[in-house]
């Protein structure tokens, strides 16, 4: 063998082929490398306001989320708070939930994806010239929409009629849609339209018009708007239009409510 042969490739063009075709796998290496950080990286944030985002999860723990967000390449992180988010979704499926979120616990007990019972039970007050109880089954649908399912109420006659007075207005309620606000912590704004059956009774002295006595049966229907706070109380203002035949009239009250 001559001192001048090289152990290497010697043929130009085999040489220019195989320096191509390195090159080639080389760029070809790298693409592929990129689309799998790419791939891999869309894990997905689930907030509360119903905002999502494709972002690169860092770290999960109970309380933050220590993320990048999906395609921006300057490195900036951020923190998520797990009360604000609802889950995170990682590229693989799997999926962290944050709070009592479990789809399959019971409907008393159980807590919508933002927080909130699946059911609520509204015991209310009543506070006007007189006094009035109430009690409301609520389904909630989600963070934004709630169906008032079923309820009653009973306000007593109303003070100021001379001598002993007999008067109430007796409720039931079904069907209604409840609308809230994006939740600003520890309060959110609610109105709701409720139909219903109202039962009237009267038995007092008037002044002016004597003694009026009597009862009526009538098509209900409540208009309810105030706030909500902390996910326990809320204070609202109920209009009550009631129509019998050709007669219509309406009530209206404050209301305290307790939600349990």
Request: charged residues 20%; proline residues 3%.
């Amino acid at each position: 063998m001559s001192k001048n042969t090289s152990l290497g490739i010697q043929s130009p063009r085999l040489k220019a082929f195989m320096s191509k075709a390195y090159v080639r796998n080389v760029l070809l290496l790298v693409a592929l490398s990129f689309s799998s950080v790419s791939l891999k990286a869309q894990d997905i944030l689930m907030f509360k306001n119903l905002e999502q985002k494709k972002v690169v999860v860092l770290s999960a723990t109970p309380n933050e989320v220590k993320y990048r967000l999906y395609g921006d390449n300057s490195g900036e992180e951020h923190v998520a708070k797990s009360s604000d988010m609802f889950y995170v979704r990682y590229e693989n499926g799997n999926t962290q939930r944050f709070g009592s979120q479990d789809p399959d616990d019971s409907p008393l007990t159980g807590i919508v994806c933002g927080g909130r019972r699946k059911m609520t039970c509204q015991f209310d007050f009543l506070v006007q010239d007189a006094w009035g109880v109430g009690l409301m089954l609520r389904r909630e649908l989600n963070p934004y929409v709630g169906i008032n399912v079923a309820g009653v109420s009973y306000m007593s006659g109303w003070h100021g009629y001379d001598g002993p007075s007999s008067m109430g207005i007796i409720n039931v309620r079904a069907l209604g849609i409840r609308l809230y606000t994006p939740e600003l912590e520890p309060c959110r704004l609610f109105a709701e339209v409720t139909p219903g059956y109202t039962h009237v009774y009267l038995d007092s002295y008037i002044s002016g018009w004597g003694r009026l006595k009597g009862d009526a049966d009538c098509f209900g229907l409540d208009f309810c708007a105030g706030i909500e706070i902390g996910g326990h109380f809320a204070l609202s203002y109920n209009l009550d239009y009631i129509v019998n035949g050709n007669a219509s009239g309406t009530t209206h009250w404050g209301k305290i409510s307790i939600l349990f």
